[in-house]
């Protein structure tokens, strides 16, 4: 290959990564500098005066207290959970794994806000299945869950399988041999759990918690549903209430709140990298399947005790929810004579407001999965290339994409406010109010899971096709076209279904941005049970349900016949 050409292949390969870089800062990194701005600065200077004003608040400080307090409590309970649940079903002997695991994962792609009603509804004195059972509390008393312990609790239940998803993984990339020498040694299973797994687990445990933490601190869905009431107020919400009272004026007084959070969580974030860095483990052989157990006589006890909490968590808030659906009003019992579908119908067919919110969902939660998808693949292509350069710079852009990610979806909506509530120079197009700006606010927040599994992919490769297409000739679209996207499309797709699932039914980001005519499926449910049509709040987070896990479903079904990784959630 000429040197001309070769100039020119790398001068393609560079425009395409400024580019891309530039994209990401645009969408990523500005509206966050911008929101920083606007809450440190006063008359063009930097200024924490307003900053320091804030945490004297005592209502910012309560909120700050609530967040941290029941972020950290549920994050505790996530961890237990989830990692008694991973070692149940990866390490011993129980049946029918495949729909365990299914059954698990299940509430984490079902929306908070959706899961805060459910259980609302299930253990409220109005629930239709309790007053079945006489043992619904009496009308008019407080209701159990409108507490901090009722909040902790749900978010516990909401977070756990991202901590089982962790250590489950962390399971099977455990060298074998380390189990069988413990066994050989005579080591009992407690011993061996004690002394050798969970030690080796300690910084999957780490990232669980903080995983849980800064899932549950960015919360707003359900902490508003259950909040509110039991008057414990976070961060998220106190947010929301705010900008919901006072309009745009008290842009400047959000933004600041809103950088609090944002500086917990990359805190937070930050102390979890430094000490998994200190906990971290070398380890020494192939990862192979894990040690399986042998429960024998126990297995039928452990097995029913994992059906009944599944149930407990699945079965008692659908019931509920399907049944304060079926009724005409919320607090009449399910008999023949309450039961319609008037309901669904309103929903389905008569609300303009709902048809509006399934089209814009779906279109915008669409839209973002293909350009992730489309754009995370030549990224991770640099992410993971050769030139130290290309790497760094690379990897400037996805830092802020990370960052996107990592804060609140509440956070990122001031910053989009702040960044598009004017119109856009040269075009003069204003996004705020429409669902473009939804769509900016997705592909920021969600690049982060569509890329990991494309980077992932790009690295297990082997650098010789790099070598070999480039001594063939080939330039930087043709190696795209014809070699790393047929290789990494599986991931691809694994990363674009991820992102549909989250943005379809999220709330946390679109609460903000809405507005008349750009509402999606979250926040049309979340407003149905905030004005008190509870009844048409349920049947709508019925169809939610039910289109998620048939979504879920179908995808098993096609795990056979599509590559290996294209499943997120399958071996």
């Not at 001309?4 to 891309?20: K, V």
């Not at 919400?237 to 919901?244: D, K, N, S």
């Not at 669902?435 to 927040?445: D, E, K, P, S, V």
């Not at 569509?450 to 790009?458: R, W």
């Amino acid at each position: 290959m000429s040197t001309t050409l070769r100039t020119a292949f790398l001068r393609i390969d560079r425009l395409t990564l400024c580019f891309l870089v530039i994209a990401l800062t645009a969408i990523c990194g500005l509206p966050m500098a911008l929101m920083f701005k606007v809450g440190l600065t006063t008359t063009g200077s930097l200024d924490v005066g307003p900053l320091m004003e804030a945490l004297q608040s005592r209502s910012v400080l309560r909120a700050l207290w609530h967040s941290l307090e029941s972020s950290t409590l549920s994050a505790l309970g996530a961890v237990f959970v989830g990692t008694l649940l991973a070692l149940v079903i990866g390490l011993t002997d129980v049946r029918a794994k495949g729909i365990l695991v299914f059954l698990v994962l299940l509430p984490m792609m079902i929306p908070p806000h959706v899961t805060a009603i459910a259980w609302i509804q299930a253990l409220g004195p109005a629930s239709p299945v309790l007053r079945w059972l006489g043992i619904a509390p009496e009308i008019g008393s407080t209701h159990p869950l409108y507490s901090r312990e009722g909040l902790v609790l749900l978010l516990t239940m909401q977070n756990s399988p991202l901590v089982f998803l962790l250590v489950r993984a962390a399971l099977r990339s455990l060298p074998r041999e380390l189990s069988d020498a413990a066994r050989v040694s005579g080591s009992g299973t407690w011993r061996l759990l004690t002394r050798i797994t969970l030690p080796l687990l300690a910084p999957s445990l780490l990232a669980g918690f903080a995983l849980a933490f800064v899932a549950a601190l960015g919360n707003f869905g359900m902490t508003a549903l259950i909040g509110i009431p039991a008057r414990y107020t976070t961060l998220p919400v106190l947010i929301w209430r705010r900008l919901a009272s006072f309009g745009p004026d008290v842009l400047p007084n959000v933004a600041v709140i809103s950088i609090i959070l944002a500086l917990v969580t990359l805190a937070a974030l930050l102390l979890q990298g430094m000490l998994q860095r200190r906990m971290r483990s070398s380890l020494i052989g192939l990862p192979q399947a894990p040690l399986s157990i042998s429960l024998r006589k126990k297995r039928p006890l452990v097995e029913a005790l994992l059906w009944g909490f599944i149930a407990l968590i699945l079965v008692l808030p659908a019931a509920s929810l399907i049944a304060t659906a079926l009724v005409r009003t919320y607090g009449l019992d399910l008999t023949a004579d309450s039961l319609t579908l008037q309901n669904f119908t309103e929903i389905l067919w008569r609300q303009s407001v709902t048809l509006r919110a399934f089209s814009n969902s779906t279109l915008v939660a669409g839209a973002a999965a293909l350009l992730i998808a489309g754009v995370s693949v030549p990224l991770a292509y640099f992410l993971t290339s050769k030139d130290r350069l290309v790497r760094r710079f690379s990897g400037f852009g996805v830092g802020q994409a990370e960052i996107a990610f990592a804060v609140p979806g509440l956070v990122m909506s001031i910053a989009f406010i702040l960044a598009f509530i004017k119109p856009l120079p040269l075009l003069n197009i204003s996004l705020y109010g429409t669902l473009w700006i939804i769509l900016a606010a997705y592909l920021a927040c969600f690049l982060a899971v569509g890329l990991k599994p494309v980077t992932a992919a790009f690295l297990q490769m082997d650098g010789a096709l790099e070598d070999a297409a480039r001594v063939a000739g080939a330039g930087f679209a043709q190696r795209m076209r014809v070699i790393f996207t047929p290789l990494v499309a599986p991931s691809a797709a694994s990363g674009a279904i991820l992102v549909f699932l989250t943005a379809y039914n999220e709330v946390t980001v679109s609460a903000l941005l809405w507005s008349t005519g750009s509402e999606t499926i979250g926040t049309t449910i979340f407003n149905y049970e905030d004005g008190g049509y509870t009844t048409l709040a349920a049947a709508m987070s019925v169809v939610v349900v039910a289109a998620t896990v048939a979504i879920m479903s179908a995808m098993n079904l096609l795990s056979r016949h599509v590559p290996s990784g294209t499943i997120p959630w399958r071996d």
